[in-house]
T-cell receptor, first 116, second 112 residues
Framework: AQKVTQAQTEISVVEKEDVTLDCVYETRDTTYYLFWYKQPPSGELVFLIRRNSFDEQNEISGRYSWNFQKSTSSFNFTITASQVVDSAVYFCALIHGSGNTGKLIFGQGTTLQVKP | EAQVTQNPRYLITVTGKKLTVTCSQNMNHEYMSWYRQDPGLGLRQIYYSMNVEVTDKGDVPEGYKVSRKEKRNFPLILESPSPNQTSLYFC???????????FGPGTRLTVT
């Protein structure tokens, strides 16, 4: 079965702290795609990153970084020097490759609150 | 500006009154999809479309219809809405299935 688990329901940090959001996925496919989305209080879903299963290279984009480890089926997201504007719900998601229907399988989300 | 638009953004309606939520994208994407978001149940796919005239059911298609007559548009039709369809609905599109999906702003639907 394909599944995404975000064990952290809520995280609260003080501004400028670093924070890591965990994501563990399950799939039997060798080809799959992983994503992170951000849902700020305004409600829209904002795409952050896509990774395919053959590319384990970590990625950094400004204060955001992602650590993809196939050995542990994890795709963790770190925000460095967090800011109040980072407060949002963050979703990790998976699209499995076999019979690819494009369906995003979402985790339950992690609510991040960054306090000033 | 590349975007996915949805209308209406908010809608309150009564049981049984047919409604359509429109979705349009200007990125020439092949793939489009509808999701609903509910507390405790998360985001679930309703229907998807790989290309024009090609649509298929997602995980929760009951009570919904879709059509894809043009590449840019993918309306969601509720023929006879019921209170359990009260939800936040998102339309999304991507170049192809498996690529990153870009979401519309969402439509908050309340059925009384």
């Amino acid at each position: 079965a394909q599944k995404v688990t975000q064990a952290q329901t809520e995280i609260s940090v003080v501004e400028k702290e670093d924070v890591t959001l965990d994501c563990v996925y399950e799939t039997r496919d060798t080809t799959y795609y992983l994503f992170w989305y951000k849902q700020p209080p305004s409600g829209e879903l904002v795409f952050l990153i896509r990774r395919n299963s053959f590319d384990e290279q970590n990625e950094i984009s400004g204060r955001y970084s992602w650590n993809f480890q196939k050995s542990t089926s994890s795709f963790n997201f770190t925000i460095t020097a967090s800011q109040v504007v980072d407060s949002a719900v963050y979703f990790c998601a998976l699209i499995h490759g076999s019979g690819n229907t494009g369906k995003l399988i979402f985790g339950q989300g992690t609510t991040l609150q960054v306090k000033p | 500006e590349a975007q996915v638009t949805q209308n209406p953004r908010y809608l309150i309606t009564v049981t049984g009154k047919k409604l359509t939520v429109t979705c349009s994208q200007n990125m020439n994407h092949e793939y489009m999809s509808w999701y609903r978001q509910d507390p405790g149940l998360g985001l679930r796919q309703i229907y998807y479309s790989m290309n024009v005239e090609v649509t298929d059911k997602g995980d929760v298609p009951e009570g919904y219809k879709v059509s894809r007559k043009e590449k840019r548009n993918f309306p969601l039709i509720l023929e006879s809405p019921s209170p359990n369809q009260t939800s936040l609905y998102f339309c999304a599109s991507s170049l192809f299935a498996g690529n990153e999906q870009y979401f519309g702003p969402g439509t908050r639907l309340t059925v009384t």
